[in-house]
């Protein structure tokens, strides 16, 4: 645990009620994601040949790291490469290499649909197949499903599965039908108009393959995309599918400090409220959101096919990029989807291996960055259900956003509530109180706490531990406990709790500028 610096003022009241379970959340919001972007496959989970790989070229090291974050479901291959992939690239023992237009590189095709429904497999994820709506069409996205979900015999598609050696179908439950196809980046954008209507016919063609299948769709946070989206094509999808990288890396690679990057840190709760008000302005609230690409950090790809403008992709996998700063805006943003549990049902950290993810995978090894324990915490730490509370908070210095952020969670054996408390301070310790169901705990409990030596700590190879959670018994007076500056911190409380005689010694909760009511943070009017 960092020591540097003391709080003298209460960060935060929180208050938890225990008068409800709580909202049972979608373990999908644990998702990960992989691109075929520079070495996030090849050179990444995939390398045949290494020693540290299997007789299918997987890399054991980073099989046994991913099963450490629990991913639920795993989203591939793009992103933006799928607007110009062709799965049938991709198939069959007999495969052809390709340039991709969308990152300007060739790719061999050797880690195509079978390998990553077999690795997902491997890593105890799901399978989430995202199509190719940019050159493709709802043709080639149906025969897709039918390659890989449909019984041999069923019709040409699969039995070429089974040609290939895979008789049996894949199953593959999760489908996308396109990637950011609103933007002039990518690779076959549409127009809304264009984009609600081969939506509404490719869904059509995928669930008369499989009804069974769930899908979803590229969409954004803005009523001139959506509405007609939804109109259109909502009656057949689970869910719309948002981005958001708060750190506009793409031309320069100039990633902000401390303070910069964690002003951000409202950023996602803000693209869930705009979208979950879309969605309710249709009426369509079997709908959900999938946050199915984010990050903090935007990739780095400057434009041009020169030489020099791929190795520019190498700065993505500059360890010291990854901070408390990348730890602490990653668990806020958590808490914003947990939070609003009941509308959003999935997001997939972007990517899972290399560039900005959450492991850096080298011939040698992995490095766990700083995203890495805090998305782990979550997959693992938390109780099932999030429970309703209300707070109140300091802010940090220019007003962006609270001093702490919080998570309150009751787990399904009635016995235990973990609260995940985040500190953004980058050098005070703050006071935080915590009430549940009226009552200020009293005692030593287990924690696991998160920070660093310094606000810029981050893990790389000569130091792959610098930044590390630690298992550690937390002192709580009357609710009170104190949280390290630039912090993760994780504590159990066993329910019943011994609970302390007495007020609760706190700043009312008007004294305080931020405040927590539901699902958002907002700044107090004075």
Request: proline content about 7%.
């Amino acid at each position: 645990m960092s020591s540097s610096g003391v709080g003298t003022a209460v960060g935060a009241r929180i208050d938890v009620s225990l008068a409800t379970p709580g909202t049972r959340y979608a373990r999908d919001v644990f998702g990960h994601f992989v691109e075929h972007f520079h070495r996030q496959v090849y050179g990444g989970l995939f390398e045949p040949g290494s020693d540290l790989s299997d007789e299918r070229g997987f890399r054991l090291d980073v099989i046994q790291a991913v099963r450490e974050l629990a991913p639920p479901v795993v989203r591939w291959p793009g992103g933006c490469f799928v607007s110009a992939y062709h799965w049938l690239d991709g198939v069959g023992p007999q495969r052809r290499p390709h340039y991709d237009p969308a990152w300007r590189v060739t790719d061999p095709n050797t880690f195509g649909t079978a390998e990553f429904v077999a690795w997902c497999r491997a890593v105890g994820a799901e399978p989430y197949l995202c199509t190719n709506a940019g050159t493709g069409t709802a043709e080639e996205m149906s025969a897709w499903v039918e390659y890989t979900n449909a019984p041999a015999g069923r019709g040409r598609w699969a039995d070429l599965r089974a040609e290939h050696g895979s008789p049996e179908p894949f199953d593959v439950r999760w489908w996308s039908i396109g990637n950011e196809n609103y933007g002039d980046w990518e690779i076959g954008a549409k127009t809304a108009a264009e984009w609600a209507v081969l939506v509404r016919e490719s869904a059509k063609m995928m669930l008369r393959v499989d009804e069974g299948i769930h899908l979803l769709t590229a969409a954004r946070a803005e009523l001139g995309w959506t509405l007609p989206l939804l109109t259109e094509a909502g009656r057949y999808l689970d869910m719309i599918s948002i981005h958001g990288y708060w750190d506009d890396l793409w031309q320069a690679d100039e990633p902000s400090a401390y303070g910069p990057a964690v002003s951000r840190s409202l950023g996602p709760q803000t693209e869930i409220e705009r979208t979950r008000n879309i969605l309710g302005a249709v009426d369509l609230s079997g709908v959900g959101i999938a946050f199915d690409e984010w990050n903090l950090r935007g990739w780095h790809h400057p434009d041009g096919t020169s030489a020099e403008a791929i190795a520019a992709r190498d700065r993505n996998d500059d360890n010291s990029t990854y901070t408390m700063a990348d730890a602490v805006f990653t668990a806020g943003f958590l808490n914003a989807c947990l939070r609003n549990a009941d509308v959003v049902r999935m997001a997939n950290v972007a990517p899972t291996v290399n560039t900005r993810g959450p492991l850096f995978v080298h011939p040698g090894g992995v490095v766990r960055r700083t995203t890495f324990h805090v998305l782990a915490l979550y997959a693992q730490a938390l109780g099932e259900r999030v429970l309703e509370s209300t707070a109140a908070g300091a802010d940090l210095e220019g007003g962006a956003v609270p001093v702490v952020d919080h998570l309150a969670t009751l787990h399904d054996d009635g016995r235990r509530v973990t609260v995940a408390l985040t500190n953004r301070h980058p050098t005070d310790a703050v006071a935080c109180v915590l009430t549940l169901g009226g009552h200020a705990p009293t005692g030593t409990f287990d924690a696991t706490v998160l920070d660093g030596p310094g606000p810029d700590a981050y893990n790389d190879v000569e130091h792959p531990s610098r930044v590390a959670p630690e298992r550690v018994r937390v002192e709580v007076t009357e609710g009170s406990l104190l949280l390290p500056p630039h912090s993760v911190t994780f504590v159990d409380l066993p329910l019943p709790l011994p609970y302390a005689a007495g007020e609760v010694l706190a700043p009312a909760a008007h004294d305080l500028p931020w405040r927590l009511v539901g699902r958002s943070w907002s700044r107090r009017t004075p």
